[in-house]
């Protein structure tokens, strides 16, 4: 069950982050996130009523908040790291955050067997190449660099954190609705900000109520990813969960190749394998 949980995390992350791509072109980053945040908090907030999560309310709810926190900076720091570019170097760099809950693992004392143990090396290996990673052209900034480390030591730092949120299912669906809720809080802190430095909120033309569904698939989507990666982490080594999950750069390349178009470099082609080599390591291991 660990594996297609975190399979099921790898599918969701990836299909969000190619809607919220796409929905970024023409809506500021920051209004993305708000936005879609909101409505997954709205869905999750009605699961909890009905469910009764509120008594599941306890000391680990912190955790919940302090992923909340975490993951605006994240992402933040790596969209600013995105337009410093280059992209091809910036976007396989933010998936090493798997590193950070891999981590926690095996400070937990898990030890992945040497066939566990090859499939996250080789996983890994494969995430980096499906980003189509640059090996020649301008250099990248340190800024941009730092920026990017950043980043994905946040996003790893949410996939740590969430784990740690909840023990059972209401529980879950409590601590994912603290953390949306305290994403919205500092995203739109950070949204306040900007707009009374000049930064416009909205695309010229206004709210693009059109696209209110592909907002809410995106919301939905990421949290969906946050609940089956706990599930995951919940079930199984943390060590295989994390690396599972964190394929998702490989669904964003794939959903990028069959939606809009956009054809795979070699190294790209050859991540994706090499991903799918070390899924089925892991896996069988």
Do not use: C, H
Request: glycine share 14%; net charge positive.
């Amino acid at each position: 069950m660990t594996a297609l949980f975190a399979l099921a995390t790898s599918l969701l992350w990836g299909l969000a982050d190619f809607g919220g791509g796409l929905l970024t072109r023409r809506v500021p980053a920051l209004t993305v996130v708000v936005v879609s945040q909101s409505i997954a908090a709205a869905v999750l907030g009605t699961i909890v009523v009905a469910t009764g999560g509120w008594s599941e309310a306890g000391p680990q709810l912190w955790f919940a908040v302090a992923a909340g926190l975490v993951g605006p900076v994240a992402m933040l720091a790596f969209y600013k790291a995105l337009a410093l570019g280059p992209m091809g170097v910036v976007s396989p760099l933010g998936s090493l955050g798997v590193a950070v809950p891999v981590g926690v693992g095996l400070v937990l004392g898990e030890r992945p067997g040497l066939l566990q143990f090859l499939g996250i090396l080789v996983a890994v290996a494969g995430v980096v190449l499906a980003g189509g990673p640059q090996f020649k052209g301008a250099p990248v900034q340190r800024q941009a660099l730092l920026l990017t480390l950043l980043a994905a030591f946040g996003f790893g730092a949410v996939m740590a954190l969430i784990a740690e949120a909840s023990t059972t299912l209401n529980g879950l669906f409590l601590a994912l609705f603290v953390q949306r809720v305290t994403n919205i809080a500092a995203g739109g802190t950070a949204l306040y900000v900007a707009v009374r430095r000049g930064t416009p909120a909205l695309p010229p033309e206004g709210f693009p109520y059109r696209s209110l569904p592909a907002f809410a698939f995106v919301g939905l989507a990421d949290v969906a990813a946050n609940g089956t990666y706990a599930l995951a982490a919940q079930t199984g080594p943390v060590t295989v969960a994390a690396v599972l999950a964190s394929l998702y750069p490989v669904i964003t390349a794939l959903a990028a190749r069959t939606m809009l178009g956009e054809r795979l470099r070699a190294v790209q082609a050859a991540g994706a394998g090499l991903a799918l080599v070390g899924t089925v390591l892991l896996a069988t291991g």
